[in-house]
């Protein structure tokens, strides 16, 4: 291995010889590129000085950073020197540029930018070797010795080149991302630009202009006031103000831009990778100096939609009952699976409580804008609709009819529900034909929007229940020291808080078995306890590892990604969480001082009367969690189908991964599973038609959908106020929903879109979500308060947040838009209000 290095001679494999910034300029400068010429003070030269001054002990033994640099104070030793200052006459000698090139450095997900130093203007042999010495001394700076251990790299294993440059002068010099790193996407470079030297622009000394290209053309343009450039100096470089007339010149033309950017476009193919390259600009020539992987580049993401387009104008689109469950934008095979079956469950629920359906197959749809689920109703189907009102809501309310909504949902939706999806978890999947796991999946969806329509029976019995005792309560009981209303109705089991007690029940094996500390950390568990702990998890899972996030069936249950309920009981390990027993026994002793307040200050009359209201309360009231809480009790059986579906066709090179089947549409895959099933070739690569389709939805899922569009007429005019979401317009300093639960808390927000971000939920945090759902429950005992887009007084978020005294102030409609993570906000559940952090955007 040799001391000295050309940049012709290296190439990208030559990291452990020329540290990431030496082998990625070698392999440029081996393709072609412009890169100014020069050589490597290889690895073999840092180990040979450690070795030959007696310091590599001391390097890893030194009590801070200071002393280990102070180690580098020793001398090159002579031959080694004269080697450096060989290699540099033979470049021509003159100004050069002096930069240090790490092993750890300049990697696919660790660029280490910065961490080591860099000299610029360097001029003469002498000065060559001192620059070298110090770039050897600075791979144990402060902040390079903090940055390796924060990426988990051992110190022991580092090594140091240096890369050693003809200087360029530059007019102008900057940054250029090959991929735009704000959106992601890879068809659109962003160029960085400032006058002189680059050290201004990425030591951050100035604004530069930035410039977006796609193709062959400018996108947009952002002139920033320039007022510092970086120039040469004696000995280095420095600072010079910009002649107040050039300030706000541009740097770069159009046309030097888009060459920029094609010059990138080309160093990101030959490498297979987006780069972020440093570059120069002198007399008319680019030059480049640096190009490294963009590292932690987000997923790409379209353009937010801004308009709503609507496929007809002859009735409504609504958001509202079973589009609270599903938040986000809908993937395309989910979006053609809910369809058919929403509209086919919502003609039977009518023709159940109406008689004969009062509406035409043309009057209703569930349909996508912008990829949003959206119920349409037409006019006229909704004039048949009121008219046959009366009917259905006798039906609905009547105590002793079959009808009845907590009856139908007991005795037939559940049940009905429960044995097609127990039919399906035991079918074995891998000995079905594609065709057959498409229309299993299809069947399991069609069966769990039939029984939402139970579920939609059970939520007025319940609500009807809660608000009768609360206003008969209000009504007839008066006094100091009256109890809340809502002391007589919290306590009751339902599903989310019997799933909440078993995983409580689970971390308290664990601390019997002696796991805590393993289960805490994620490590292992020890060979006798494995088996037990994978048991009672199973069975947790079991039991309630159906409950959605969000129905779309894209998104993962607990019952094949445990994950978010093992971060769950950790919280309960972590002593963070209140045990549900506690809670439960807390307010069982609220509950017999309220009632022993009312028995002393309430005559006997008006007790029964209230007695009766609060038994139909409280056995009606948990119902409403218990019905929503099974709606995925089909979801791990069809995800399971349509992942085995989407392995096969990843198999026959149609997809990717498995889980790319739920970016298909449903004429795709059904096109697919016919060619998989004769034997045939499932078709070419869908990766870009896939990978376009995810960058739509996660441009769609910036914005918040309307509740009701059109937002006009009569009839919106009438339910505006039964919408789960705030649909004003809201500025200023607060936002306004629903008071849900009462109470007053102050605590730093939380976003979270899903189960990815439910590890980052601490105790004391203000949860901040579009909707929760059941699978949200575990994160109530840490939040202080509760804050939502979409919900209403029995939606789950207000069920849940009384039962663990935290406010909640629900439907916002734009909560997730106006609140950032970490913004420290204050929630008052008594008047629906969140007051938004100050100094935030109000916009």
Not at 677 to 683: K, L, S
Not at 780 to 792: E, N, P, Q, R, S
């Amino acid at each position: 291995m040799a001391r000295i290095a050309s940049l012709a001679a290296l190439g990208r494999d030559d990291l452990p010889l020329a540290g990431g910034k030496g082998a990625n300029l070698g392999e440029l400068t081996r393709a072609g590129f412009p890169v100014p010429p020069g050589y490597v003070v290889t690895t073999q030269a840092y180990d040979e000085y450690v070795d030959a001054t007696g310091i590599r002990p001391g390097l890893l033994t030194a009590q801070d950073a200071a002393a280990t640099r102070a180690l580098f104070d020793a001398p090159v030793p002579a031959a080694l020197a004269e080697t450096i200052a060989d290699a540099y006459r033979a470049l021509g000698e003159g100004p050069v540029a002096v930069r240090s090139s790490a092993t750890a450095e300049d990697l696919p997900d660790a660029s280490f930018a910065g961490q080591q130093d860099t000299y610029l203007n360097i001029d003469g042999a002498a000065a060559v070797v001192d620059a070298v010495r110090r770039c050897w001394a600075s791979l144990w700076t402060d902040r390079a010795v903090a940055y390796r251990a924060r990426a988990g790299i051992d110190p022991a294993t580092v090594s140091l080149a240096v890369v050693v440059q003809r200087l360029v002068d530059a007019d102008a010099a900057g940054v250029l991302f090959t991929a735009n790193p704000a959106n992601g996407r890879r068809d659109e470079a962003v160029v960085n630009a400032a006058f002189g030297l680059g050290e201004a622009v990425v030591g951050g000394e100035v604004t530069p202009d930035e410039i977006v290209v796609a193709g062959d053309a400018v996108l947009t343009r952002t002139t920033a006031e320039k007022r510092v450039r970086t120039v040469l100096a004696s000995g280095g470089t420095a600072t010079a103000a910009v002649a107040a007339g050039q300030r706000r010149v541009p740097v770069l033309t159009d046309a030097q831009a888009v060459a920029l950017a094609d010059l990138g476009s080309r160093v990101d193919a030959h490498f297979g990778a987006p780069q972020d390259i440093e570059w120069t600009l002198a007399q008319g020539e680019f030059l480049l100096v640096q190009a490294r992987p963009i590292t932690a580049l987000r997923p790409p993401v379209a353009p937010a939609p801004t308009t709503w387009p609507l496929p007809r104008t002859d009735g409504m689109y609504v958001r509202a009952s079973i589009v609270e469950q599903l938040p986000d934008p809908l993937s395309p095979l989910f979006a053609d699976l809910i369809r058919p079956a929403v509209a086919a469950s919502l003609h039977h629920v009518l023709r159940r409580f109406f008689g004969p359906d009062p509406i035409g197959p043309h009057d209703t749809d569930f349909v996508t804008l912008n990829g949003f689920a959206y119920y349409f109703y037409s006019n006229a189907g909704m004039r048949r609709m009121f008219a046959a009102a009366p009917r259905g809501m006798r039906v609905a309310f009547g105590t002793h009819s079959d009808l009845n909504g907590v009856t139908q949902w007991r005795e037939h939706g559940l049940p009905a529900y429960q044995r097609i999806a127990e039919e399906w978890n035991q079918v074995d999947a891998t000995r079905l034909t594609a065709e057959r796991l498409l229309g299993g999946a299809a069947e399991l969806v069609a069966a769990g929007a039939d029984y939402y329509t139970y579920v939609q029976a059970v939520i007025p019995q319940s609500a009807t229940a809660e608000i009768t005792f609360t206003r008969l309560y209000d009504l007839l009981v008066h006094g100091a020291g009256k109890p809340p209303a809502l002391t007589f109705l919290v306590g009751e089991d339902s599903e989310p808080i019997r799933a909440e007690r078993s995983l409580f029940a689970l971390a308290r094996w664990c601390r019997e078995a002696g796991v805590t500390d393993a289960v805490l950390a994620g490590d292992p568990l020890p060979e006798g306890q494995r088996g037990a702990f994978e048991g009672r998890l199973a069975e947790h899972l079991a039991r309630y590892g159906h409950a959605t996030y969000n129905l779309d069936v894209m998104q993962p249950v607990a019952a094949d990604d445990p994950a978010p309920v093992l971060a769950a009981l950790r919280y309960a390990l972590g002593g963070q969480a209140v045990d549900p027993d506690v809670r439960r026994a807390r307010q069982d002793q609220d509950r017999a001082r309220a009632q022993a307040w009312l028995a002393a200050h309430v005559d006997p009359v008006r007790r029964r009367v209230l007695g009766k209201a609060l038994v139909n309360a409280r056995a009606l009231g948990p119902l409403r969690e218990d019905a929503l809480a099974a709606i995925g009790l089909g979801w791990p059986a069809a995800r399971r189908l349509l992942r085995e579906l989407g392995s096969r066709l990843a198999s026959g090179g149609l997809l990717d991964v498995a889980d790319d089947v739920f970016w298909l549409t449903r004429e795709e895959a059904d096109r697919a599973a016919s060619a998989w099933d004769a034997g045939r070739p499932v078709g070419p690569s869908a990766s870009v038609a896939v990978a376009a389709r995810k960058a739509e939805w996660r441009g769609r899922r910036q914005v918040t959908p309307p509740g009701w569009l059109p937002a006009k007429g009569v009839v919106y005019r009438m339910f505006k106020g039964f919408m789960p979401s705030n649909e004003a317009v809201q500025t200023g300093p607060t936002l306004t929903g629903l008071g849900a639960s009462g109470g007053r808390a102050t605590g730093p927000a939380r976003l979270l879109r899903g189960p990815e971000d439910f590890a980052r939920m601490q105790p004391g945090d203000i949860l901040v979500a579009p909707i929760t759902t059941p699978a949200y429950t575990p994160l109530f005992a840490l939040a202080k308060a509760v804050v939502t887009d979409i919900g209403g007084p029995l939606s789950h978020s207000s069920i849940v947040a009384r039962e663990y005294g935290i406010p909640a102030v629900l439907g916002t409609g734009s909560a997730t838009a106006r609140i950032h993570d970490g913004d420290v906000v204050t929630v008052d559940g008594d008047t629906g209000r969140v007051l938004l952090a100050e100094g935030a955007s109000h916009q």
